[in-house]
């Protein structure tokens, strides 16, 4: 599909129109958080995907339109796109009720992630539920980190995205039509994965917003008025890496390649979550996704391959129509508030120079 000029009006320095953004990675949540995260994620996008990392996790179609139900009542215009958690459990006749029910997703959290007890230790254990989803032609949704190498010993977090690389070359060689989504990626060796994958099949990846801009020092090292330490607010699964593969993530989502969409995998926790002792990892991006976006893409002087990115690749590869509403951001800065419902915002008190124009 060609991106329409139509779309990218008064394209210039201080204002431009693209159509609505899609957000194909994302958590809202359950109980008293769910209304308002879920109104806030939805807000000026044309689809959301939901992870299904509840507790208990989604894990069979009735159980994901269940949770399509309570979420949907939130979103307005914005149509929601739900998951199913794929396990050693998950058999063929799971797959196939959930893709009757409309389910297009199965999510597969290879490595330790927020509400699961341990990471797997091999990938052999979940291909009952792969080979369902390839046959009845069910998205693999996945989180690419080992946390465990072959032999049980832990990897050390840094480099657990560059260790899932050979289970990823294992699942696209053993699965030659199954379709499949690299979620957050953030090292150049994921980069340079998909790009080599991806031209004869259904391969792709989501990039958030936060990856496009940080390093590891954004966790690490990060720098206010009273001097360096650490932000438990922008600690995040994977972990964001080092300045060289952030470039990396930038060239991938900025050149129009239709391999590489977006989705924030914004992750809200109460604030006195994260800002303690084994805090945990997320970040709340819902509030400033495309503003962040724009940012990036002004600075690497790619703001006309922001519509393809954002708003066009994630909906054809999930076979729905991009959307026809369009958004406008003007250059007009505004500070990010501290907090939205008692989670604290990524970019908390800082100035970003886009808005959308209301
Ligand atoms: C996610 C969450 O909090 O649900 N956190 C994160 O850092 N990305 C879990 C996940 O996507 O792994
Ligand atoms: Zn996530």
């Known amino acids: 599909m060609v991106i329409s000029r139509r779309t990218i009006k008064n394209f210039n320095k201080m204002e431009f129109t693209i159509r609505k953004p899609s957000d194909l990675h994302t958590h809202v949540r359950q109980g008293e958080m769910l209304p308002e995260i879920a109104r806030i994620t939805a807000f000026r996008f044309a689809y959301i995907e ?108 840094l480099r657990r995205e560059a260790a899932f690389i050979p289970i990823a070359e294992q699942i696209i060689a053993d699965f030659p039509h199954l379709k499949v989504i690299f979620e957050h990626i953030t090292t150049g060796a994921m980069v340079n994965f998909i790009v080599n994958n991806s031209s004869n099949r259904s391969i792709a990846a989501t990039i958030t917003d936060h990856h496009l801009r940080d390093d590891i020092d954004s ?42 969409f977006y989705g924030s995998d914004s992750a809200p926790h109460a604030t006195e979550t994260k800002e303690c002792c084994c805090g945990k990892p997320g970040v709340f991006s819902a509030m400033t996704r495309i503003e962040t976006l724009a940012e990036v893409f002004e600075k690497a002087g790619k703001l006309n391959k922001l519509e393809g990115f ?28 501290v907090e939205f419902n008692n989670v604290t915002n990524y970019r908390q008190g800082e100035e970003i120079s886009w808005r959308v124009k209301e």
């Open 50 to 157: 939901v992870m299904p990392n509840t507790t208990p996790s989604k894990q069979t179609g009735p159980e994901a339109i269940a949770y399509y139900n309570e979420i949907r009542p939130h979103t307005g215009d914005t149509e929601v796109i739900v998951s199913i958690k794929i396990t050693p459990e998950t058999t063929e006749e799971i797959v196939e009720e959930a893709v009757r029910l409309g389910v297009k997703v199965g999510k597969l959290y290879f490595g330790i992630t927020t509400n699961e007890a341990e990471g797997a230790r091999g990938i052999e254990p979940f291909y009952p539920g792969l080979r369902a989803m390839e046959k009845y032609g069910m998205i693999l949704s996945v989180h690419g980190e080992a946390a465990y190498d072959p032999d049980g010993k832990k990897i050390i977090n």
């Open 219 to 260: 966790i690490l090292g990060f720098v206010t008025a009273s001097g360096e330490g650490i932000n438990p607010h922008n600690y995040r699964k994977p972990i964001p890496k080092f300045p060289e593969d952030r470039d990396a993530l930038v060239w991938a989502a900025t050149n129009g390649l239709p391999c590489f």
């Open 310 to 337: 954002a708003s066009i690749f994630g909906p054809l590869f999930y076979g729905v129509s991009p959307s026809r509403e369009t958004i406008t951001l003007v250059k007009e800065p505004w500070q990010v508030p």
